[in-house]
């Protein structure tokens, strides 16, 4: 039986099997008017499915915990921070423009808050929280990405999180590499079934490691490459 470590019942639990090292992960997703269609419609699939193939794996539900950023003109966050098997079922509108930093920001102070949380509530080192930008555009024209890319680098450079970005198309390859460095991905076409298959293999890959262990790397498959461009700082 899972170790809940809740409040009133019912609610949903902060944290599972709270003496396990746990792990965080954002998906910080663009729900700007360019992706309206069948690409929201599709990011919204992928996503409610990943739930569900995460889910059979024991060891990997009841290590991670999953939060949902949007952002369009503005930034939302869709899903606090919840073991994963307690996420709700997403359906994401697109609308508006393309404003990154502030959601950039929200989720680099939410991975932050929640190490802080593991390391309170289990006593231990938890994974280092992962970050996943999903984005098929640039930031609006006053949107300067410049600082909170230095910010990320920082968060890197002291192992406080894994920044990682997919570029859908009509992205803009250059951002996403300022703000991921070499881990930017590219989707062909708007089916996402294969890049959330590859974050659930990542997250159990992770799940059979300990913290501070190098997991092993999955590769991507289907319609999921590595973008290479190098045309960035």
Same mark, same amino acid.
């Given at each position: ?28 997703? $663009?729900?700007?008017?360019?992706? !309206? ?6 990011? *919204?699939? /992928?996503?409610?499915? &990943? ?91 006053? $949107?300067?990405?410049?600082?909170? !890319? ?6 890197? *450079?002291? /192992?406080?999180?894994? &920044? ?70």
């Amino acid at each position: 039986m899972n170790n809940f470590n809740q409040g009133a019942f019912n609610e949903t639990p902060k944290i599972i099997n709270a003496n396990d090292p746990h792990m965080a992960l954002v998906f910080l997703l $663009d729900t700007s008017g360019s992706m !309206a269609g069948t690409p929201i419609r599709n990011l *919204n699939d /992928g996503l409610n499915r &990943f739930k569900t193939e995460v889910c059979k794996s024991d060891q990997t539900r009841d290590i991670l915990d999953v939060a949902i950023i949007e952002f369009n003109s503005n930034h939302n966050i869709v899903q606090e921070f919840v073991p994963v098997e307690y996420m709700d079922n997403v359906n994401l509108s697109a609308t508006g423009s393309t404003r990154m930093s502030p959601a950039i920001r929200e989720a680099l102070n939410m991975v932050n808050e929640k190490s802080r949380f593991y390391r309170k509530e289990a006593g231990s080192e938890p994974y280092k929280p992962w970050v996943i930008l999903i984005s098929d555009g640039a930031p609006d024209p006053d $949107d300067d990405i410049s600082i909170v !890319a230095k910010e990320i680098k920082a968060m890197e *450079n002291a /192992g406080q999180v894994s &920044f990682r970005s997919l570029g859908v198309e009509g992205y803009d390859s250059k951002t996403l590499h300022i703000l991921s460095g070499p881990k930017v991905m590219k989707l062909e076409g708007t089916d996402f079934t294969s890049f959330f298959d590859w974050v659930n293999k990542s997250m159990r890959a992770t799940s059979q490691t300990a913290p501070g262990e190098k997991p092993q790397a999955q590769d991507l498959e289907g319609n999921v490459t590595v973008d290479r461009n190098t045309d960035w700082p």
